[in-house]
């Protein structure tokens, strides 16, 4: 099978098309390894049965109380906002817009919740102003989740992860992975990348993703 063909295109495009083709596959065949890698890793730690706070004023609700079944797991994504994060994060946001858009498909196999520092009032409002109607969003400010998980910094510093849980066989809460986007000194916003859909069809494009950054100034009224 060979790329779809345009009767006026050149051999040379042709021949570059079907290169790029064949290394697009061995991307492919490399992603799905590593998924395969991800996902025989052993279970981690037993984790502790942290307290949240419902950014709807609902209440509390803690970490083992997030499973809707023991069978499914349990994805948190750590927003950076709160304590020393006085604004929310532009990528985090731009992240969270696309999970919102996601999340009744998400529902089907695993459990999804938004957890940060901010309190739950100012967490609730910034989600309504966002359209997140369809999260979980809690507040974790008066626990030590993010620190424990190292998202936090003892100086209240925020970072952004995505963490997945399980409960094993005793219904103990087992932490099995976590990524932020820097993956190195030298390798920033690209370790959680796979989930943003907006720079991967940026990659589509002759200039790439070159130097975007997300932002706050724009609002969801701009789109077209």
Request: proline share 4%; glycine share 6%.
């Amino acid at each position: 099978m060979e790329y779809t063909r345009l009767t006026d295109e050149t051999d040379e495009y042709r021949k570059a098309r079907e290169e790029l083709r064949l290394e697009e596959i061995d991307l492919m065949q490399h992603r799905e390894r590593v998924a395969a890698m991800r996902r025989a890793l052993p279970l981690g730690p037993v984790v502790a049965d942290y307290e949240f706070l419902e950014a709807d004023g609902s209440g509390t609700v803690r970490l083992s109380e997030l499973f809707t079944s023991s069978e499914r797991p349990l994805v948190v994504y750590h927003l950076m906002y709160g304590k020393a994060q006085t604004s929310p994060c532009p990528m985090c946001t731009q992240w969270i817009d696309g999970f919102n858009g996601v999340a009744h498909h998400l529902a089907q196999n695993v459990d999804f919740v938004v957890a940060a520092a901010a309190d739950p009032e100012t967490l609730r409002v910034y989600g309504q102003e966002r359209e997140w109607n369809r999260l979980h969003l809690l507040s974790c400010g008066a626990n030590t989740f993010k620190y424990d998980l190292g998202s936090e910094e003892p100086d209240g510093t925020q970072d952004s992860m995505i963490s997945v849980f399980v409960k094993d066989g005793d219904g103990n809460v087992r932490h099995t992975y976590s990524v932020q986007p820097r993956m190195a000194d030298d390798i920033e916003q690209r370790g959680i990348d796979l989930l943003c859909a907006t720079w991967h069809i940026l990659d589509l494009t002759p200039q790439g993703r070159d130097d975007w950054y997300s932002s706050l100034e724009y609002g969801l009224s701009t789109a077209r």
